[in-house]
C-alpha cells in the first residue's frame, strides 16, 4: 500500500475541489495514483472533479498575425504578473511584434524566437526593456506557426482567448465565424482521430465505473459506455458540434454547404494549464486527514 501524504491529498484536492476526507479515499483506493484517483472523484461527484482548467493563475494575452497572401500565420501566447499589465498597450503592441516575428523568421521554440532580431534588436532585448519599463516579468510562453494549406484566419476574443484556423474553400466570412466558434465552443480536435486515445478511454471507464454504481446489469456496461463517448465525441470534436450561431446546424454541415475543409486549427487560452495559488490547504489537510 503506497503511503498517502498530506501533499498528493492536498494537490488532489487543488486539482478537483472535492473534500478533503474523499481526496484520501480516493488516494488509498487508488494505491497512490494520483490519475486514477480523480476518476474515482469523477465517479463520486461529476465532471467537478476535473477543474483544473477553469483555475488559471497566469495573466498575460494571446496575439495573431497572418501574412498578406494568408498563407502563413502565427498565435501566440505572452504571460505577465498580472491583468493589469496585459492590458498596457506596450505590452499588448510587442504581442504583435512577436507573432510577426514568429511569421517572418520561423523559430522553433520560444528560446530561439527570444534571439531573432526586429529593428535592431533581439526579442530579449525588447522583453528585458519592457520588464523594466512596466515592472512586471514578462515572457513569451509558447507559439503555433501555421502553413496554410487553404487560407488562415484568426479570431481574438479580447485578449484571452484566440484562435487561428487553416480552411480551405467557403470564404472570409465563413472562415471567422468557424475561428469565433472554436473560441466558444473549444473543441478538442477536428474529428475523432484527433482525439487522445487515453481521453476516450477514461471516459469509458469513468461510464462503467458510474453504471456500476447505478446497479445497472453487466451486460448492459458496454452499451452504456459505448453511448457515453459517443456523446462525448460529439461535445468535443469540431465536426459534430452544433454552430454556435445556430444550434440546428452542425459545423459539418456549414462546411458542406460552403464546399470547404478545415485542415487544422490551434486555439489558446491565456494561462491554461497554469494553475492558480490557491489559499493554504495545510491546515485543513491536517485536521481532516491527519496524513
Not at 461529476?46 to 494571446?62: C, D, F, P, T
Not at 505577465?80 to 498597450?89: G, L
Amino acid at each position: 500500500m503506497a503511503e498517502i501524504t498530506a501533499s498528493m491529498v492536498m494537490a488532489l484536492r487543488a486539482k478537483t475541489d472535492a473534500p478533503m476526507m474523499d481526496c484520501k479515499k480516493a488516494l488509498t483506493e487508488a494505491d497512490g495514483d494520483s490519475q486514477r484517483a480523480e476518476e474515482i472523484l469523477r465517479v463520486r461527484f461529476g465532471n467537478k472533479a476535473s477543474k483544473a482548467s477553469s483555475r488559471i493563475a497566469a495573466e498575460g494575452a494571446v496575439s495573431a498575425f497572418i501574412s498578406n497572401d494568408g498563407k502563413q500565420g502565427c498565435l501566440i501566447e505572452i504571460n505577465s504578473e498580472t491583468d493589469f499589465c496585459a492590458k498596457n498597450e506596450e505590452f499588448q503592441q510587442f504581442g504583435s511584434v512577436l507573432a510577426k516575428a514568429v511569421v517572418d523568421s520561423n523559430p522553433s521554440s520560444v528560446e530561439e524566437l527570444a534571439l531573432v532580431t526586429v529593428d535592431g534588436k533581439t526579442i530579449e532585448e525588447k522583453r528585458t526593456g519592457l520588464i523594466g519599463k512596466i515592472g512586471e516579468n514578462i515572457t513569451p510562453r509558447r507559439f503555433q506557426l501555421l502553413q496554410a494549406k487553404g487560407s488562415l484566419y484568426a479570431y481574438l476574443h479580447g485578449a484571452k482567448i484566440g484562435v487561428i484556423l487553416d480552411l480551405e474553400g467557403g470564404n472570409e466570412e465563413l472562415g471567422k465565424d468557424i475561428a469565433m466558434h472554436i473560441a466558444a465552443a473549444k473543441p478538442k480536435a477536428i474529428d475523432e482521430s484527433g482525439v487522445d486515445s487515453e481521453l476516450i478511454e477514461t471516459e469509458r471507464r469513468v461510464a462503467i465505473e458510474k453504471a456500476k454504481e447505478a446497479g445497472k446489469p453487466e451486460d448492459m456496461l458496454e452499451k452504456i459506455a459505448t453511448g457515453t463517448v459517443n456523446k462525448f465525441l460529439r461535445e468535443v470534436t469540431l465536426l459534430n458540434q452544433a454552430f454556435v450561431k445556430d444550434d440546428k446546424v452542425s459545423i459539418q454541415d456549414l462546411l458542406k454547404k460552403s464546399d470547404a475543409t478545415v485542415h487544422a486549427f490551434t486555439m489558446y487560452s491565456v494561462g491554461e494549464g497554469i494553475e492558480k495559488k490557491q489559499e493554504d490547504f495545510a491546515a485543513e489537510v491536517a485536521a481532516a486527514s491527519k496524513v
